[in-house]
């Protein structure tokens, strides 16, 4: 007797769930999974391209171990050239609202406790943050319709104001989201840092794990599946802001990859930053798995990207080290600092499917198109239908026409990097690259202040032809002043279109970039 009954409920419960389904794959569901500070190099996956613009494999990509990072890029298309701002806070808030940093002037890491703009740094930056009368991306898509989930680091702003809170910026449900960027651990039996010294970072939200041995990444894993189970019962389409802390230091094993790594003859914390590699990787796939378990994958979405260049303990922050054979590594000025991966797929590719025909992304392609994390906020309003506010700015342009494999030659092919604080890797300078060629300004070389500022061939100036050296190893200012005014002059003109604000001198006077 108890059969018939099951299968009657379970009956009922298809027909009710159903049309709830089929109302949320009217629109697609979004999964951004946002990773902290992973450069381009810190996996399995290829995404530097050879002459021919064909994928070439480089030491790196044989250390790391990310199979469901390999999957993912196998579904879709993969950037070789996808930009952030070189630290956290400048472009979480870029994806929040779609501007470039130079606009929304968070330019620094946001310190949750104290004002760290720098000794000269530009007194009129952002250090509060978002605040809940910001226009941001859930908060659009909240209002289309969508359930908004923030999942993991949030770093929007300080302890005590509003941004230090994903509920005040438009997201139905935050899990894990607080004011700092770093955990305080990610052991269980450290209890995510509640309770030690580094309780200043406690990880929220997360009590039922507590002196467990769940690592922080399972952790926000499991607690993000049940915020997806919950939603497609609702029959509600998604986005879902899943960021996790990895691979953030600080530089805790994770016990369930450690055993992969002793012998490479990497330094502890080096093998450490691989495991928290392979844990997030690891939660990538689950969460694939998921989405498929749910029968929602072909409706939805997946954007992968790091929020800026790598921090992986291996070599000094200008040298070719960590995102070897690019230089530099995170808070930088060279391409390691700067350049992320990025891969946007349909988590189960289906060419049948209505959503997936609106937007027919390749399978297994690496484009060499440059574009920048301002660029998902319009690509992603407009894939959802949803409405942006026609007083919003919006610096970044849709990558629609690249998702599907185009030469989108209208999509812009600059980017603005700028960092008028000290006291971090690189200090006090603006990026711009444009094309084939970039720029770089030091607003304060080490002759003029004191600290830890480099001493640079060029002065103030550097100058690099990415085409003919991809990997930054030649300063051309010296030898074409030409071309070195014409990209200081856009740059110039670049950040005062983006109203920006500048570090000062001892007197207070703004250090505007000069030409050469």
């Not at 470039?100 to 000794?119: D, E, K, M, Q």
């Not at 392609?365 to 894939?383: C, E, F, K, S």
Request: charged share 20%; aromatic share 10%; net charge neutral.
């Amino acid at each position: 007797m108890q059969r018939p009954v099951k299968a009657f409920a379970s009956l009922l419960i298809l027909t009710f769930l159903l049309p709830a389904v089929q109302l949320s794959a009217e629109r697609p569901n979004i999964l951004v999974f946002l990773i902290d500070d992973m450069g381009v190099m810190d996996t399995s996956v290829p995404f530097l391209m050879d002459q021919s613009g064909a994928p070439k494999r480089y030491p790196l990509n044989d250390y790391y171990r990310t199979p469901s990072m390999e999957r993912l890029a196998k579904q879709g298309i993969r950037f070789n050239q996808f930009y952030a701002m070189s630290v956290c806070s400048p472009t979480r808030i870029s994806i929040m609202t779609g501007q470039n940093a130079a606009r929304h002037r968070a330019t620094n890491w946001i310190n949750p406790s104290n004002n760290n703009r720098g000794t000269f740094g530009a007194p009129e930056w952002n250090w509060e943050g978002l605040k809940k009368s910001d226009v941001t991306l859930p908060g659009v898509l909240n209002k289309a319709g969508y359930k908004t989930i923030h999942i993991g680091k949030a770093h929007f702003g300080p302890k005590g104001y509003e941004g230090s809170e994903p509920l005040n910026l438009g997201f139905d449900v935050n899990v894990a989201g607080a004011a700092f960027g770093a955990p305080g651990s990610y052991y269980a039996e450290k209890n995510y840092g509640w309770g030690t010294k580094r309780e200043h970072h406690a990880v929220p939200h997360l009590e039922k794990y507590h002196g467990s041995d769940t690592f922080l990444s399972e952790a926000l894993t499991i607690e993000a599946k049940k915020q997806l189970t919950e939603t497609v019962e609702q029959g509600t389409p998604f986005y879902m802001y899943f960021a996790h802390y990895a691979v953030h230091g600080p530089f805790e094993s994770d016990p369930r990859f450690a055993s992969n790594y002793e012998d490479t003859g990497k330094p502890k914390n080096a093998q450490a930053f691989a495991t928290l590699i392979e844990g997030m990787d690891k939660s990538l796939g689950d969460m694939l798995d998921h989405l498929e378990k749910l029968g929602v994958a072909e409706d939805t979405l997946v954007l992968f990207l790091g929020d800026n260049g790598s921090d992986a303990p291996l070599g000094h922050q200008h040298a070719v080290a960590c995102a070897a054979p690019l230089r530099g590594k995170k808070g930088a000025h060279y391409e390691g600092g700067m350049r992320v991966p990025f891969i946007a797929a349909w988590a189960k590719p289906n060419a049948s499917n209505k959503l997936q025909q609106s937007l027919q992304i390749p399978e297994g392609v690496l484009v060499d198109q440059i574009a920048n994390v301002t660029d998902v906020y319009p690509t992603i309003v407009g894939l959802t239908g949803a409405k942006s506010p026609a007083d919003h700015v919006v610096d970044g342009k849709s990558m629609t026409n690249i998702l599907q494999g185009a030469d989108d030659k209208s999509h812009p092919q600059q980017f603005l990097m700028h960092y008028p604080h000290g006291k971090h890797r690189s200090n006090y300078f603006t990026t711009y690259r444009d094309g084939n060629w970039k720029v770089i300004y030091h607003a304060l070389p080490l002759e003029k202040t004191t600290g830890n500022f480099l001493q640079f061939e060029g002065g103030n100036y550097e100058l690099f032809n990415l085409a003919n050296d991809a990997f930054e190893s030649t300063n051309l200012a010296k030898k074409e002043p030409a071309q070195l005014r014409r990209m200081m002059e856009k740059m110039i003109a670049s950040l005062e279109a983006h109203e920006a604000v500048y570090p000062v001198d001892k007197a207070g006077n703004e250090l505007r970039p000069k030409l050469p």
